[in-house]
């Protein structure tokens, strides 16, 4: 019950202010305008190269960037979350209770995202565009989800939240190597699971595992991060 | 109901030394800039900070195990912003597991009904400080109450109704810790009272009105008739507990302690013992401070002259045995 008290204020904070549906209307039409584009080039398989180099590379990890934030604010996670520590929740449950939304959010947005590009842009040499659009919406729930996670642990480091962009920063600088470094972050899986080079040769379920376990230490450190300071 | 026992704590810039203290049911005030600690002391006890050595109990319980039943008050109240007020209530009531009752009427304990369907968000500091203090005090779980400055940036509707609703949650068995820079909030909302300086409890707790017990800087001046009375003075005091400093010059003795009460009571009982006249009693205070000297269960009558500068002169007529008279 009380999981569900603090879902709710997460999930007003994030409804409730127009950098959600800014960052949802500017990411969801310029995807699907892209994907509408490609599959007019007359390309083999638009939907992979459009899935792997452009939604799952950039836009993916940005709309949820931007998601997280105006989640949080311009705060850290545990400055979102004191609200209801302060109204007698735990810090772990509110925490756990605001990366939850987010996870849940980014999930369904990246689904969405995934498996509308991946239906709009379908072509000749693509799988079946039912399968491919169910295949590519579990792909891009799992990464937002992950994304969420990622990010909202980063935001449990810094004052104001600062470890957030330096979430993204070591995503793209780390994620777009094919070396160890790699396994850590959640570019890498994504790409691998929608079809591009995988990381140190993972083969998809791995790295889909790897998505799960990225989502399972990012919470943990971020509920560790929020707990009261000596 | 709470019980602070040799905590030590740091949270920069804000730090507390050995730090000693029990309170039960009523209203209590700690006195003391921001900086003293009285801040840190209040996060303390409300589990958002930890003590580096030392036991903090609230209500039997470390504080993170009662933290449903207490509820903080800072300057900068921290609310769930994307919420209305009454959803921000109700949210508070099925957190800290207790029924959700009607937002205005909770809000009309402080006069401000009409926040109600308010977003948070757009809440000033002073009305966002009096819905949490509305939501405190209305609240039927919440034993401790603790608040910073609970006048100073409060909704001026709520501002005047703050003192009968702290005395009436504490006579539903709460305690009520305030922190305060000013003695006069603190006399007028609190029953006891304990002065901070700097991380250390420098006075307290006491009983005393704390606009004269708070003269820790001032220094009492005495002055005798004749060199003999001030030599008797100076000899007696130098016994007294009270009295940490001690100088004669002539006629003239200067007194310090560590509680203006004290003092002033030590140099009336020590007057009375050796015999010794005095003609003329001052305050040389903190010319900062707003505070005014007293005295109080002296044995001789007083008669207070007009202050002059930043002193405060209080004539005595040393030996009459009447009763003692506040001074003004």
């Keep these: ?11 007003a904070r994030l409804i409730r202010t127009p950098r959600t549906w800014l960052a949802l209307g500017v990411w969801f039409p310029l995807a699907l305008a892209i994907a509408f584009f490609a599959r007019d080039q007359d390309a083999a398989h638009p939907a992979d190269h459009l899935l792997v180099d452009v939604v799952g590379a950039v836009i993916l990890p940005l709309l949820v960037y931007l998601l997280v934030g105006a989640m949080l604010g311009a705060g850290s996670l ?55 659009a169910l295949v590519s919406a579990y792909v891009g729930g799992l990464g937002g989800a ?9 935001a449990a480091f810094g004052r104001r939240g600062g470890g957030r962009p330096i ?52 919470i943990l450190l971020s509920v560790r991060r929020v707990r009261p300071k000596r | 109901m709470i019980s602070i026992q040799n905590v030590r704590a740091r949270r920069p810039p804000l730090a507390l030394a050995s730090v000693s203290l ?23 006890l409300a589990g958002i900070a930890l003590p580096r050595a030392g036991r903090v109990r609230v209500l039997g319980r470390s504080p993170a195990l009662a933290r449903k039943e207490v509820a903080r008050i800072p300057l900068e109240p921290s609310l769930p912003d994307a919420l209305r007020v009454d959803e921000m209530l109700g949210v508070a009531s099925r957190l800290r597991s207790e029924a959700v009752r009607d937002p205005a009427e909770r809000l009309a304990e402080l006069g401000i009904q009409a926040l109600e369907k308010r977003t948070v968000r757009s809440l000033s500091r002073g ?53 305060t820079a000013s003695a006069r909030d603190a006399h007028e909302l609190a029953t006891d009272h304990v002065v901070m300086d700097r991380g250390a409890i420098v006075s307290g707790p006491t009983f005393t009105d704390p606009r004269f017990s708070d003269l820790r800087r001032a220094q009492l001046v005495l002055v005798s008739p004749d060199e003999a009375d001030a030599r008797l003075l100076a000899a007696g005091l130098a016994r007294d507990p009270a009295v940490t400093a001690l100088t004669q010059e002539g006629v003239v003795v200067r007194v310090r302690g560590h509680d203006a009460v004290g003092v002033a009571r030590a140099a009336a009982s020590c007057a009375v013992k050796a015999g010794a006249e005095i ?23 007083i008669h207070p002259p007009p202050a002059q500068g930043g002193t405060e002169k209080i004539a005595v007529a040393p030996r009459t045995g009447s009763e003692p008279e506040p001074a003004s």
């Design chain 1, 1 to 11: 019950m009380m999981l569900v008290t603090l879902a709710f204020g997460a999930f």
């Design chain 1, 78 to 132: 545990a400055a979102s979350a004191s609200p209801y520590v302060a109204l007698g929740a735990r810090p772990a449950w509110a925490t756990l209770a605001f990366v939850g939304v987010g996870a849940t959010a980014c999930c369904a947005c990246g689904a969405a995202l995934c498996g509308a590009v991946a239906a709009l842009a379908h072509g000749a040499g693509d799988p079946p565009r039912a399968h491919d």
């Design chain 1, 146 to 154: 992950a994304y969420a996670c990622w990010f909202a642990c980063g």
């Design chain 1, 167 to 218: 979430a993204l920063v070591l995503d793209w600088l780390l994620g777009a190597q094919d070396g160890t470094t790699a396994l850590f972050t959640p570019r890498a899986h994504v790409r691998n699971l929608l079809g591009g080079a995988p990381p140190l040769h993972f083969p998809e379920r791995a790295s889909a595992l790897a998505l799960v376990g990225i989502v399972a230490v990012s």
């Design chain 2, 22 to 44: 029990e309170w039960g049911p009523g209203v209590h005030s700690i006195i003391g800039g921001r900086e003293d600690g009285g801040a840190l002391l209040l996060a303390l």
């Design chain 2, 127 to 179: 009305e966002a400080r009096a819905v949490s203090l509305a939501e405190a005090l209305t609240s039927t779980r919440v034993r401790v109450v603790l608040i910073e400055e609970p006048i100073t940036w409060m909704d001026p509707r709520a501002a005047g109704l703050v003192a009968e609703a702290l005395r009436a949650k504490a006579r539903m068995d709460g305690a009520i810790v305030l922190t």
């Design chain 2, 279 to 301: 003609v003329e009693m001052r305050w040389e205070s903190d010319p900062s401070s707003d505070l005014r000297a007293a005295w109080t269960n002296a044995p001789a009558a």
